[in-house]
C-alpha cells in the first residue's frame, strides 16, 4: 500500500483529529493552537499560565491545565493510549500518511462511512500494516470516546 494515497489518509486523519480533539480539551480557551503538539503540553502549560512580560506564573491556571490533561490522559489511557507513545505516533502517522486533502461531500456514502467508527476500525485492520493497526485501533477508540463525551462529530472539519 502506498503511503499518502487513497483511504490509507484516514490514518492520518484520525492521528490528527485526536491530537487537535487533545489540545482543544487541555487549552479550552486558548484562541490559537499554532505550534501546539500534544508532545509538547507540558511545556504550553508552563508558557501559557506564564505572565509574558512580568514572568510571573499563574500557578492557579497552571494547576487547572496541569489536571485537565492529567486527567484526560488517565481516562485516554484506560482505552489503550499510551503517553510516552502515541503523541510521537501520531506525527509519524500524520507525516507519513498525510490528511484528507478535502472534506467529503455532505451526505455522500463516504461522508458516512468516515463518521462510522465500525468502517474506519475495519479500514484500518485491513489495510494498515499489522505492526501499526493495534496503535490506530486505540487512538480510533479514543478520537470516539472523546467526540462521545464532547458531544460532536466523529471528524470536526
Same mark, same amino acid.
Given at each position: 500500500?502506498?503511503?499518502?494515497?487513497?483511504?490509507?489518509?484516514?490514518?492520518?486523519?484520525?492521528?490528527?483529529?485526536?491530537?487537535?480533539?487533545?489540545?482543544?480539551?487541555?487549552?479550552?480557551?486558548?484562541?490559537?493552537?499554532?505550534?501546539?503538539?500534544?508532545?509538547?503540553?507540558?511545556? =504550553?502549560?508552563?508558557?501559557?499560565? /506564564?505572565? @509574558?512580560?512580568?514572568?510571573?506564573? #499563574?500557578?492557579?491556571?497552571? !494547576?487547572?491545565?496541569?489536571?485537565?490533561?492529567?486527567?484526560?490522559?488517565?481516562?485516554?489511557?484506560?482505552?489503550?493510549?499510551?503517553?510516552?507513545?502515541?503523541?510521537?505516533?501520531?506525527?509519524?502517522?500524520?507525516?507519513?500518511?498525510?490528511?484528507?486533502?478535502?472534506?467529503?461531500?455532505?451526505?455522500?456514502?463516504?461522508?458516512?462511512?468516515?463518521?462510522?467508527?465500525?468502517?474506519? =476500525?475495519?479500514?484500518?485492520?485491513? /489495510?494498515? @500494516?499489522?505492526?501499526?493497526?493495534? #496503535?490506530?485501533?486505540?487512538? !480510533?477508540?479514543?478520537?470516539?470516546?472523546?467526540?462521545?463525551?464532547?458531544?460532536?462529530?466523529?471528524?470536526?472539519?
Amino acid at each position: 500500500m502506498k503511503a499518502k494515497t487513497g483511504l490509507s489518509r484516514l490514518f492520518g486523519e484520525i492521528a490528527y483529529q485526536l491530537d487537535q480533539r487533545i489540545l482543544s480539551h487541555v487549552f479550552k480557551g486558548q484562541k490559537r493552537l499554532y505550534g501546539f503538539t500534544v508532545v509538547n503540553i507540558p511545556d =504550553k502549560i508552563i508558557e501559557v499560565s /506564564t505572565h @509574558p512580560l512580568t514572568g510571573k506564573a #499563574d500557578e492557579g491556571y497552571r !494547576l487547572y491545565l496541569t489536571q485537565r490533561y492529567a486527567d484526560l490522559m488517565e481516562r485516554l489511557h484506560q482505552l489503550g493510549y499510551k503517553a510516552t507513545l502515541h503523541p510521537l505516533f501520531t506525527e509519524i502517522i500524520i507525516n507519513t500518511y498525510g490528511i484528507l486533502k478535502a472534506r467529503p461531500s455532505e451526505y455522500s456514502s463516504q461522508e458516512i462511512d468516515f463518521k462510522n467508527p465500525g468502517f474506519l =476500525k475495519r479500514l484500518i485492520m485491513t /489495510t494498515a @500494516p499489522r505492526k501499526l493497526q493495534t #496503535d490506530l485501533v486505540a487512538m !480510533l477508540a479514543c478520537l470516539c470516546s472523546m467526540a462521545q463525551k464532547d458531544k460532536r462529530p466523529l471528524l470536526l472539519w
